[in-house]
C-alpha cells in the first residue's frame, strides 16, 4: 500500500510540474502577444501621423495566405508551400489605419475598425460597398466581436470605452467608460 502512495505522490508532483511548466510557458505567450499589440499600435501610430490613408485592394495579387491557416478547407486552391488570395474591388473609407476586422457569422457583413475612431459595416459581396460608419470613440478602436446571431458589435477603444451598436440600424445601444488596461472583446 505504501508503494502505491509513493507512485500517486509521484505522480502527482509531476502533474504539478507539468502544469507550472504550462503555466509559465501560458504568461511569456501572454506577454508576447502584447508586445506584438503594442507593436502594431506603434507602428499604425507612426503611418497614422504620416498622413497615409487606408484603402484595402483585394486585387493587389501579394496577399499571401500560410498552409497553417486554411488547413483543412477546400477553396478551391492548388496545394503549394504558399497560398494566393484574388480578387476584385476595394474596400475605401477609413481615414486611418484600420486595426481590427471581423466578418459577421451571420451575414456577409464586415466590420473594420482602427485609428480614425471609426466601425465601418461592409457589404462584403461585390462591388463591396459600405453599408454604415458608426461613431462614437474618441481614441483608436483596440478590437470589436460580433454577436452569435450577427445583430450587434460590440467594440472597445483605447478611450477606456466599450460600445454596444446595433449592426442593423448603427444606433449605439449601450457604453460602458473608464474601463482599465487594454480592452478586448
Not at 2 to 29: F, Q
Not at 89 to 110: E, L, R, W
Not at 120 to 133: G, I, K, N
Not at 139 to 162: E, H, N, P
Request: aromatic share 8%; hydrophobic share 30%; proline share 1%.
Amino acid at each position: 500500500m505504501s508503494n502505491s502512495k509513493g507512485e500517486n505522490t509521484s505522480r502527482m508532483s509531476s502533474t504539478a510540474r507539468e502544469r507550472e511548466h504550462e503555466c509559465e510557458r501560458i504568461a511569456e505567450l501572454e506577454r508576447e502577444n502584447e508586445e506584438l499589440k503594442r507593436s502594431v499600435f506603434e507602428l499604425s501610430n507612426q503611418l497614422s501621423q504620416a498622413g497615409n490613408t487606408f484603402s484595402f485592394e483585394a486585387s493587389d495579387k501579394s496577399a499571401l495566405i500560410p498552409d497553417e491557416i486554411l488547413s483543412g478547407q477546400d477553396f478551391g486552391l492548388k496545394s503549394s508551400k504558399e497560398r494566393r488570395l484574388f480578387s476584385e474591388g476595394k474596400f475605401k473609407g477609413h481615414t486611418g489605419a484600420v486595426y481590427v476586422a471581423k466578418f459577421s457569422t451571420c451575414s456577409n457583413i464586415v466590420a473594420s475598425a482602427g485609428f480614425d475612431c471609426t466601425v465601418r459595416l461592409w457589404d462584403s459581396t461585390y462591388p463591396f460597398s459600405q453599408v454604415a460608419c458608426l461613431n462614437g470613440h474618441k481614441q483608436m478602436i483596440s478590437d470589436l466581436a460580433w454577436s452569435f446571431d450577427g445583430r450587434s458589435i460590440v467594440s472597445c477603444s483605447y478611450d477606456k470605452t466599450v460600445a454596444l451598436w446595433d449592426a442593423e440600424t448603427g444606433q449605439k445601444l449601450e457604453s460602458i467608460s473608464q474601463a482599465d488596461g487594454l480592452l478586448q472583446c
